[in-house]
């Protein structure tokens, strides 16, 4: 059976506005829908909220096979200098939560399946 990685991925149950967000803990982290990952750093407003997003260019798969890890929004990002901009995000920007791991000189980021 061939499943639709949107729909696999997508949980439309908890609208973003709903779900659990803040800038420290472990609810930091979130997928946008441009397809970056952000680190939550402060909530201006009910709709807004303060990142540090990385740059697209900084992502790396972290396996090749059976596929790239970029199929399923799996990306390392080796940590240095320049490789963030602090941008104000509307709620509606985001995507999921994720998760940030350490690896070696960098850190593995990959989206939540879950939406709560």
């Known amino acids: 059976m061939l499943v639709d990685k949107q729909s696999l991925l997508t949980n439309t149950d908890v609208p973003v506005t709903q779900q659990k967000l803040g800038a420290n803990g472990r609810d930091f982290v979130v997928f946008l829908k441009s397809g970056r990952f952000a680190e939550i ?49 509307l709620l509606t920007d985001i995507d999921r939560k994720a998760i940030k791991l350490p690896l070696g000189k960098g850190f593995v980021f990959m989206p939540l399946l879950h939406k709560e």
């Open 41 to 89: 750093i402060d909530k201006k407003t009910c709709d807004h909220v303060v990142c540090d997003v990385y740059k697209k260019s900084c992502m790396k798969p972290l396996f090749l096979e059976p596929c790239s890890s970029h199929l399923l929004d799996i990306v390392y990002i080796k940590y240095r200098a320049g490789i963030v901009s602090t941008a104000e995000i």
